[in-house]
Each structure stands twice: as structure tokens, then as C-alpha cells.
């Protein structure tokens, strides 16, 4: 589903053609904003920024708040209440970015189910670390949990801690019932209708030429950086050989917090453990700020 590698660093520029909040952020975020990022390829992305309650002071002069980005699942967008109520928890470690994938609510674009998304990330990051931000956390879910493990792989210098959500270890998984609706989903052209009118997805209709890199593969080029893996044992979409997977691959850098009774992605997360996830990010990253 892509016309070429989604590898190269996005550009990342506020569009002056929509700004529902008009306020430009002080360094290190005061006041909500709402914009439109232009990614590498072109694509206007709709993203949010939300102010977090906690700053962290490593030194008298340069006081550092973390921000976290998040990427949504595959039929999310940053309007979504579930996608909010993740905003809201997170808030209470840090600042929040959230921005629509290509094809997704009101960004530009035709989604590609986790390959060139990742230039949709970049944009996101670039411009959390353009509002001030010293330390940059990504937590993706489900595809969004695909995307930030490539993202980091790809771009190990952008983020300073990784935690991947409800995400799959490979690529055309069919195991599940609910992945063969997706597949349906995105491969058939009734499909893609149901995802533009249903779910307000559009679906790229090409195959991915060529296909990205694998979120197993991606795991061992992520180190050093901080990598956490979240998955629950009830997960209808995909089984605990994934995160056991991911795991593996990542080796002594990365973590996996396998929950017990917890399903798939945003709908599943409990407000506890995203605090525990929220908690996890400070401990990795601002300790180490500069």
C-alpha cells in the first residue's frame, strides 16, 4: 500500500488554513492547541496538543516536561472518546500529542494500515519537540502500536522511550476472526465502502510494494532507547505469541507487561494502567534529561 519507503524524517509545519485554537503554546505548553502538520509526502495531518499538570525540574534554568505522543488503533482518530480518555489519563505524567492518521477522521490522505504512517508519527514528534519539549515518549495501540516500534527503529535518535499497545508481531496475521473482518476490511473494495462510510477510514487501495518492515523485525533496532510492551491475555485480535514475540526480539531493552483479563487496544486499557504506563515513561526518560 505505499508508492515508496516510508523511512526519511517527515517535515513537520503548522497549516494556516485551520486553527480552531488560535493560541500559540508557551515553551513547554501552556494552552491547548489544534492544528494541521504536513508530513514528508505531503499529507495534512490533524493533531492536538494538550498541556500536562506535572513539570520536572532537572536544574534551576531548565525545567523539562515530558510529552507523550500517541497513536491511535486503525479506525481512530484524535475526536474518538476513547482516544481522549487516554489523553486525559496520560495528562496527569505529561504533556499529550494526538493527531489522526492519513485517512483517518479529518487528516488528509488514504490510510495504509501502518506503512506510511510512520511519516504521520515523525510529523507528530517534530512538532512536540518544536513546542519545547525536551523528552518525547510514543505510545502507540494496536496499528498505531505497529507504527511507533518502526518509527523508533527507523529513527532511534527522535524518541527517548517506546511503548507499544495491543500490537501485532507480524504482518498479514489471519488467526483471528476479527483480523479476517479487517482484512476484508481493507482488501475488498465493499470493504474499503464499509471503512469510508461506517468508520470514517479511507483505505488506500494498493498493496503495500514493498513491504515494510515487520514490528518483529523492527524490535532489535529500537535499542537502546526504553521499549515497553503492553498486550492483554484476552486480546481478540491477536494472541500472546505476539508480544511474547516482541519480546524476545527485544531482548534485555525492552519489557513486556502482559495483562491478565485485559482485550484489545484503547477500549481495553484501564485508567490504572495508564498510569502504570504514564509512571513507566517519567521513570525512563526524565531521570536522564539534561
Known sequence: MSNGPAGHVARSSPSSGFRPHS??????GTTRLRTFLHTADGVRIDA??????VVYENSPRRPVQLVFVVAHGFT???DRPH???????LRAHGAVVTFSFRGHGRSGGRSTVGDREVLDLAAAVAWARGLGHARVATVGFSMGGSVVLRHAALHP?????????SAPARWYYRGTAPMRRLHWLVTRPAGRLVGR??????IHHRDWDPVPLSPVEAVPRIAPTPLLVVHGDRDGYFPVDHPHMLAAAAGDHGELWLEAGMGHAEHAVTE??????????????????G
Open 272 to 289: 490504572e494502567l495508564l498510569g502504570r504506563i504514564g509512571g513507566w515513561a517519567v521513570g525512563r526518560t526524565v531521570g536522564g534529561a
Open 83 to 89: 482516544v481522549r480518555r487516554v489523553v486525559r489519563a
Open 23 to 28: 493560541e500559540t503554546p508557551a515553551r513547554h
Open 48 to 53: 492536538v496538543y494538550d498541556p500536562g499538570g
Open 197 to 202: 462510510y461506517g468508520f470514517r477510514t479511507r
Open 76 to 78: 481512530g482518530d484524535v
Open 157 to 165: 535518535d527522535d524518541t527517548d522511550a517506546v511503548v507499544s499497545v
